[in-house]
Nanobody
Framework: QVQVMESGGGLVQAGGSLRLSCAAS?????????MGWHRQAPGKPRESVAS???????NYRDSVKGRFTIPRDNAKDTVYLQMNSLQPDISAVYYC?????????WGKGTLVTVSS
C-alpha cells in the first residue's frame, strides 16, 4: 500500500516563499507514473496546482505559472512544490497525490496560509 506524506506548510507573509515536500513510501519498487499537488480552500472545490510525470513532463495551473515549480527526486519518490511571490489567495490545504499502477493515492494535506 502506497502511503503519501506531505510536509512544509505553515504561515507566511505575502510576498514570501514556501516549499512543500511530498514523500511516497510503500511503492514496492514500482515506478510512480505521476506525482502532483492539488489544493482546496474553504468552501471551494479541490483543484489541481501542478503535476510531473516520471519522464519529467510538467503541468501547471495557469494562475501559478512563473511563481511555482515542482521539482521531483525520482530516486527518493519525492516531489516538492516551490512557491514564490505568495499572495493570500493561494491559502488552502495542499494535497499531494501519487499515481502508480493505475491507482491514485492521496496524502492528508498540509495547510498553507498567506497573511496580507
Amino acid at each position: 500500500q502506497v502511503q503519501v506524506m506531505e510536509s512544509g506548510g505553515g504561515l507566511v507573509q505575502a510576498g514570501g516563499s514556501l516549499r512543500l515536500s511530498c514523500a511516497a513510501s510503500g511503492t514496492s519498487g514500482n515506478m510512480i507514473n505521476r506525482m502532483g499537488w492539488h489544493r482546496q480552500a474553504p468552501g471551494k472545490p479541490r483543484e489541481s496546482v501542478a503535476s510531473i510525470t516520471g519522464g519529467g513532463i510538467i503541468n501547471y495551473r495557469d494562475s501559478v505559472k512563473g511563481r511555482f515549480t515542482i521539482p521531483r527526486d525520482n530516486a527518493k519518490d519525492t516531489v516538492y512544490l516551490q512557491m514564490n511571490s505568495l499572495q493570500p489567495d493561494i491559502s488552502a490545504v495542499y494535497y499531494c497525490n501519487v499515481q502508480q499502477t493505475g491507482r491514485t493515492y492521496w496524502g492528508k494535506g498540509t495547510l498553507v496560509t498567506v497573511s496580507s
